[in-house]
């Protein structure tokens, strides 16, 4: 299992377009979103109402399915 920074790295930066899709949802500067995105920087950190947005904006939910399974949950769409 991987860091939930690290995978929605992977989510949004690996697909085209979708990190400025994710940034204008956000509300957020393209730059200040890829600096909290990357798992490399420890001064900057993804905010939990920001996963969310993110999430949503990237219509994945891998992050919150590695939540819930590292803490014995398992989640199913309604």
């Given at each position: 299992m991987g860091s939930v920074t690290k995978i929605l790295h992977d989510i949004v930066v690996g697909r085209r377009g979708l990190a400025k899709k994710v940034s204008k949802s956000l509300g957020k500067p393209y730059p200040t979103l890829l600096r909290e995105l990357?798992?490399?920087?420890k001064g900057a950190k993804v905010g939990?109402?920001?996963l969310v947005d993110?999430?949503?904006?990237?219509?994945?939910?891998t992050p919150l399915k590695i939540m819930a399974?590292?803490?014995?949950?398992?989640?199913?769409?309604?």
């Open positions: 990357n798992p490399w920087d939990v109402d920001d993110i999430m949503r904006a990237a219509e994945d939910v399974e590292s803490l014995g949950y398992r989640i199913e769409p309604k």
